[in-house]
Nanobody, 120 residues
Framework: QVHLVESGGGLVQPGGSLRLSCAASGSIRSIATMRWYRQAPGDQRDLVAGITAEGATNYADSVKGRFTISRDNAKNTVYLQMSSLKPEDTAVYYC??????????????WGQGTQVTVSS
């Protein structure tokens, strides 16, 4: 069993910054790609950013230049540094990880989500 636990969400004013964290724990051999998604009320869940185990990154066009994804493989943790936040960044942010289990099988896991609200 693997658990992903997000933290770092909250209320921030436009132009402000937040740092999200997502820590994976459990029967983990290694973790391949880790991603952040977000979902606003009434919208679909969209990819925000992803990072491979080797550190290659990709971003949604809407967050390029403002958000930075990083990871600490020793801690099985992925981060999302968010700057110059806008009201349209308001959403529940979800962590996703492709985990290679101790058994050798790979599975896709999701965190429970953390709310980010950008408002004055």
């Amino acid at each position: 069993q693997v658990h992903l636990v997000e933290s770092g969400g909250g209320l921030v004013q436009p132009g402000g910054s937040l740092r999200l964290s997502c820590a994976a724990s459990g029967s983990i051999r290694s973790i391949a790609t880790m991603r952040w998604y977000r979902q606003a009320p009434g919208d679909q869940r969209d990819l925000v950013a992803g990072i491979t185990a080797e550190g290659a990154t990709n971003y949604a066009d809407s967050v390029k230049g403002r958000f930075t994804i990083s990871r600490d493989n020793a801690k099985n943790t992925v981060y999302l540094q968010m700057s110059s936040l806008k009201p349209e960044d308001t959403a529940v942010y979800y962590c996703n990880a492709v985990v290679i289990l101790l058994s050798g099988y790979s599975r896709n896991y999701w965190g429970q989500g953390t709310q980010v609200t950008v408002s004055s």
